[in-house]
């Protein structure tokens, strides 16, 4: 049984920084993509980052500027650095996996977990 267990968010004022943390657990493929999404009350799901096993990167429309995404593969831990957060940076953010290719197409991501919140103040 995979599971995914996200931590790291909070409530931070605009211009600070978070790192967010995913644990998977249960996953026995040797290849797999892992990302980072968000959603906001009333908004649909949107990717912010995505990586494989072999460390390829994927970000989100104007993501990579100010977040970046890193895992590492040993202890199987997904982490996603922000910085610079700004108040609409403010959602429910959830790790997800799925299968290689790495996608930021969340319909393909079989697994998430329950998310942690980032709330950002201005």
């Known amino acids: 049984q995979v599971q995914l267990l996200e931590s790291g968010g909070g409530s931070v004022t605009s211009g600070g920084s978070l790192r967010l943390s995913c644990l998977v657990c249960g996953y026995t493929e040797n290849f797999y993509t892992l990302g980072w999404f968000r959603q906001a009350p009333g908004k649909e799901r949107e990717a912010v980052a995505a990586?494989?096993?072999?460390?390829?990167?994927l970000y989100g429309d104007s993501m990579q500027a100010r977040f970046s995404i890193s895992l590492d593969n040993a202890r199987k831990i997904l982490y996603l650095q922000m910085s610079n957060l700004r108040p609409d940076d403010t959602a429910m953010y959830y790790c997800g996996s799925s299968l290689p290719p790495v996608t930021l197409e969340h319909p393909v991501y079989g697994y998430w977990g329950q998310g942690t919140q980032v709330t950002v103040s201005s």
């Open positions: 990586i494989d096993s072999n460390g390829k990167t």
